[in-house]
Nanobody, 119 residues
């Protein structure tokens, strides 16, 4: 049983920053690539970024380059997403996912954490 649990979401003012976390259990975290996605209200799920198991390779969606930073701490089984300069379009449920291969084929997802950006 692989479980992913996101945290760190909440209500944030526009222009602010937030760091999301995702803890994985049931699988050796350091062996698998991880990724972040989001789904905004009325929108399809959007890929944000992915990071290889070692952290040596990272890919970002063009829409978030420069504002989003993904990282991982394999000793803590934790994936992070730093989001800076939040704007209203960042309001969404943010999900972490894990998978195999590269680019990853995702097989497990967390329940998500809500991020709401206010004025």
């Amino acid at each position: 049983q692989v479980d992913l649990v996101e945290s760190g979401g909440g209500l944030v003012q526009a222009g602010g920053s937030l760091r999301l976390s995702c803890v994985m259990s049931g699988r050796t975290f350091g062996l698998y690539p991880m990724a972040w996605f989001r789904r905004a209200p009325g929108q399809e799920r959007e890929f944000l970024c992915a990071i290889k198991s070692s952290g040596s390779t990272i890919i970002y969606a063009d829409s978030v380059k420069g504002r989003f930073t993904v990282s991982r701490d394999n000793a803590k089984n934790t994936l992070y997403l730093q989001i800076n300069s939040l704007n209203f379009e960042d309001t969404a449920v943010y999900y972490c996912a894990t998978g195999t291969n590269w680019p990853p084929k995702y097989d497990y997802w967390g329940p998500g954490t809500q991020v709401t950006v206010s004025s």
